[in-house]
């Protein structure tokens, strides 16, 4: 159980364009999912806590207009990347936590964004 | 975020060995502490995770947790070469903040 997939897994797109990332929790209910990113040679960086019905919340530095969330379901979210640019080329990993175990994140496998 | 501190390693062991990993954190109020294994291009694993001080097993992997010190580690026994890879320590406060983490290598 506590399997979080996630679509596409690797993406290469132009500067300029808009990029849609889904996380899906396959199994379980998931109220609360994150959303990291990771760049080479780095740790994961949180960049948003995505609240099913409710605007997510964006950490420090992360600008909520160019990164969309929208987590519409218990057991859907999506990560809008605006108009990406070069520097926005990264691992984009998502978590879902079951809402019966608060304490416990499952990763989803993880995006490979490339912008030309 | 809260402060998670990793010694960056790269750490080399050769197979059979015991590889010890180190982490400290900043925030005396932190509760659960986590340890992932990520291997190149891959998503986070979870390893364990630990609430209380003390020692906690699971097979080859301990993890060693003394809030006082505001410090946690993990101990992997018998290293094996499918071992090699960056291990992640996080402290969770309703959400994760991640260590660097320490590259770890273990030679055949």
């Known amino acids: 159980g506590a399997v979080v997939s996630q679509h596409p897994s690797w993406v290469i797109c132009k500067s300029g364009t808009s990029v849609k990332i889904e996380c899906r929790s396959l199994d379980f209910q998931a109220t609360t999912m994150f959303w990291y990113r990771q760049f080479p040679k780095q740790s994961l960086m949180l960049m948003a806590t995505?609240?099913?019905?409710?605007?997510?919340?964006?950490e420090q530095g992360v600008e909520k207009d160019k990164f969309l969330i929208n987590h519409a379901s218990l057991t859907l979210s999506t990560l809008t990347v605006t108009s990406a640019h070069p520097e926005d080329s990264s691992f984009y990993i998502c978590?879902?936590?079951?809402?019966?175990?608060?304490?416990?994140?499952?990763f989803g496998p993880g995006t490979r964004l490339t912008v030309l | 975020q809260k402060e998670v501190e990793q010694n960056s390693g790269p750490l080399s062991v050769p197979e059979g060995a015991i590889a010890s990993l180190n982490c400290t954190y900043s925030?005396?109020?932190?509760?659960?502490f986590f340890w992932y294994r990520q291997y190149s291009g891959k998503s986070p694993e979870l390893i364990m995770f630990i609430y209380s001080n003390g020692d906690k097993e699971d097979g080859r992997f301990t993890a060693q947790l003394n809030k006082a010190s505001q410090y946690v580690s993990l101990l992997i026994r018998d290293s094996q070469p499918s071992d090699s890879a960056t291990y992640l320590c996080a402290v969770n406060d309703y959400k994760l903040s991640f260590g660097a983490g320490t590259t770890v290598t273990v030679r055949a």
């Open positions: 978590s879902a936590r079951e809402d019966s175990l608060i304490n416990e994140q499952f």
């Open positions: 995505s609240n099913e019905g409710s605007k997510a919340t964006y």
């Open positions: 925030d005396r109020g932190s509760q659960s």
